[in-house]
């Protein structure tokens, strides 16, 4: 049983950073691959960042790729996703994911863990 906890979230200026953690509970973190995901008021959610389980392999979403970097810390248990150049359209509930597999997947289902959620809003 893994138990992840977001935080991080906020409210921001356009073009502002926010820094998102994502605390595991538990030894076997490094043996999960991880993955960010968020979900916008009347959307589905969706696949934002994801790292495999050393943290030697990254992929993005389109939507975010140049802007937002994924990062992990097996040492302290934690994933990372550092956002900048904010937009409007990034303002969603954020998620994090752990799936017991070495490599990151692009879609919700593989994953077997899940945090609550926290809030992002990029506002003027």
């Known amino acids: 049983q893994v138990q992840l906890v977001e935080s991080g979230g906020g409210l921001v200026q356009p073009g502002g950073s926010l820094r998102l953690s994502c605390a595991a509970s538990?030894?076997?973190?490094?043996?999960?691959?991880m993955g960010w995901f968020r979900q916008a008021p009347g959307k589905d959610r969706e696949f934002v960042a994801g790292?495999?389980?050393?943290?030697?392999?990254?992929g993005y979403a389109s939507s975010v790729k140049g802007r937002f970097t994924i990062s992990r810390d097996n040492a302290k248990y934690t994933v990372y996703l550092q956002m900048n150049s904010l937009k409007p359209d990034d303002t969603a509930v954020y998620y994090c994911?752990?799936?017991?597999?070495?490599?990151?997947?692009?879609?919700?289902?593989?994953?077997?863990?899940w945090g609550q959620g926290t809030q992002v809003t990029v506002s003027s």
């Open positions: 538990g030894r076997t973190f490094s043996s999960h691959s």
């Open positions: 790292i495999n389980r050393s943290g030697g392999s990254t």
């Open positions: 994911a752990a799936a017991s597999s070495a490599y990151y997947y692009t879609t919700r289902r593989p994953y077997d863990y």
